[in-house]
């Protein structure tokens, strides 16, 4: 079995974003960047499974649409445990295009599951996943938050607001994870970091997909306001300040 993890390059959620004069494109000076956290979990159990698995799972690919600034997060996949990495060559724009290129990619090889983050921490679009599925023609399942592989196949669970819902699903297909498909994603040891060195890394042409949105401008939030205290006897001027400028209540 093959099972390929879609992985994003973002910017570390404790880097502090800037933006260029005209507010519209990111600042990338002094940014460091990671594997999206959400794709962090997904690949850790595609690994913890492969390995779980007696040999029912041959390999663990990972695959990225990007330029070559974005090896080193591939790298650092591979670091994990990840058995090869693919760079499709293009820069996306947006959740579609980035969509259209994976499936561009992966239409040519051979696998039974494709696993995806629930959604990038830089965009947070939600969306590349099932256009993913919707272009290869596949099931998907979102929401995942467990997933076995069994002798009957892969089996997901997921999370509603009514309950926890089991699936057992033919392959291939793709599956979205969300919290709880890992609890901590791996720390590559120093002997993954030294034999990612010698791992095959491909780099694969984009195709010229379409892109149906377009950054106009970016805007910074609005400054937070000064701490204010109120003492214990001052219930009423606390539920005022709530309802008139916090607008809680």
């Known amino acids: 079995m093959h099972i390929v993890v879609c992985i994003s390059h973002v910017p570390d959620t404790t880097t502090k974003i800037r933006f260029n004069k005209e507010l519209t494109q990111l600042d990338s000076q002094g940014v460091k960047w990671v594997i999206n956290p959400w794709d962090?979990?997904?690949?850790?159990?595609?690994?913890?499974m492969k390995e779980a698995s007696g040999g029912k799972i041959a390999k663990v690919s990972v695959i990225h649409v990007g330029d070559a600034t974005t090896e080193p997060t591939l790298r650092k996949a591979l670091a994990m445990g990840a058995d090869e990495?693919?760079?499709?060559d293009a820069v996306s724009s947006d959740s579609y295009s980035t969509a259209s290129h994976l499936a561009a990619s992966l239409k040519d090889l051979d696998y039974d599951l494709v696993l995806c983050g629930i959604e990038s921490s830089d965009y947070n679009s939600s969306a590349v996943g099932g256009m993913l599925a919707e272009i290869l023609d596949?099931?998907?399942?979102?929401?995942?938050?467990a997933i076995e592989l069994t002798d009957e196949g892969f089996v997901v669970k997921r999370e509603q607001e009514t309950g926890k819902e089991t699936l057992r699903v033919s392959?291939?297909?793709?599956?979205?994870?969300?919290?709880?498909?890992?609890?901590?994603?791996?720390i590559p040891s120093m002997r993954g970091v030294m034999s990612a060195r010698t791992k095959p890394?491909?780099?694969?042409?984009?195709e010229s997909g379409e892109s149906y949105i377009q950054t106009t401008v970016f805007e910074y939030p609005e400054p937070k306001g000064s701490c204010r205290f109120f003492q214990p006897n001052e219930t009423?001027?606390?539920?005022?300040?709530?309802?008139r400028e916090a607008k809680v209540i």
């Open 40 to 48: 962090d979990l997904t690949l850790t159990r595609a690994l913890d």
């Open 85 to 88: 990495a693919i760079r499709v």
């Open 138 to 145: 596949l099931y998907s399942v979102s929401s995942v938050s």
């Open 171 to 186: 392959t291939p297909f793709v599956a979205i994870g969300q919290k709880g498909i890992a609890i901590d994603p791996r």
């Open 201 to 206: 890394l491909k780099v694969m042409q984009g």
């Open 236 to 243: 009423d001027q606390l539920a005022d300040a709530l309802r």
